[in-house]
């Protein structure tokens, strides 16, 4: 879901485990900053990137992903994995914390 969608909210990533790739439609990568709302990606609070994303092919990274919710950016947050693999990027995602809190997605 792309970081600029607001339609709709609730959707859960709880159940969601594994190796995952935003397709480009989506938004190709995880955006690197605090959404500026709540209520984005279709879901209550937003999951975005707390970092730049690794800059060498190959490389594996150890990140935190924060979801926004009120005024605080960072409200939950959980540990992920992020791999440069040159055209795009693969996250290594656990369930999120709560229910209707998902990974978002940004051109």
Same mark, same amino acid.
């Given at each position: ?14 159940? *969601?485990? !594994? ?5 480009? /439609?989506?938004?190709?990568? &995880? ?5 500026? %709302? ?10 975005? *990137?707390? !970092? ?5 092919? /190959?490389?594996?990274?150890? &990140? ?5 919710? %009120? ?37």
């Amino acid at each position: 879901r792309k970081v600029s969608q607001t339609n709709g909210s609730g959707n859960c990533d709880s159940k *969601l485990s !594994g190796w995952k790739r935003f397709a480009d /439609g989506i938004g190709g990568k &995880m955006p690197e900053i605090c959404p500026s %709302t709540d209520f984005r990606c279709g879901t209550d609070a937003p999951g975005w *990137l707390n !970092g730049a994303h690794p800059t060498t092919v /190959g490389q594996r990274a150890n &990140m935190t992903v924060c979801f926004k919710w %009120t005024s605080r950016c960072c409200q939950w947050s959980t540990s992920i994995q992020v791999t440069n693999c040159a055209l795009y990027f693969v996250y290594n995602l656990p369930n999120t914390p709560h229910c209707s809190l998902a990974y978002c997605g940004d051109a």
